[in-house]
């Protein structure tokens, strides 16, 4: 099970790292496998759109997006991207949701992980504030097999805290 789970994400570090280019020169490397905290400022993401229905919003719009990850000394570390899907609310009066699936790039190694967290289309509720835990479910390199959680907390900057382990 470890070897599949361990091609596979290896193989998605790869395909990530092919759409989304090296590392910017002078990237430095984060921790190791154990917990640390990184950021990416909200006005710096790329977002595009790939199937969408008549808006953005709509349920089963699908969007890709990339972030320059930053350490506490303000310093590029790697970057981040994402497969983001609209989910039909219960209702139509009901926000909606995306449920994510992402990948942290860094010049040791990648951390692959899920969550859900409020769709940044939908007008009825602002994800600004809101923090969301999802589940670190990988990894390669110095993060082969990391799991855990990662807690993202919205705002002007996004701020990603990593609870990981690798043993």
Known sequence: MRIAQATGIAALAV???GIGGSLPAGAQSTDACQPFTVTSKT?????????????????????????TLLNKAGDTVGYYRWTSVTLDGPSSAAPRQAFVDGVLVFDKGSIYYKDVEPDPFDQKTSSIGQKVTGAVVGGTGAFNFARGSIEKTFGET???????RCD
């Open 43 to 67: 006005s710096e993401r790329t977002l595009e759109f790939v199937n969408v229905g008549n808006s953005p919003k709509d349920a089963g719009s699908t969007r890709i997006g990339r972030r």
């Open 158 to 164: 996004l701020t990603l805290a990593l609870d990981i």
């Open 15 to 17: 395909f990530v790292a």
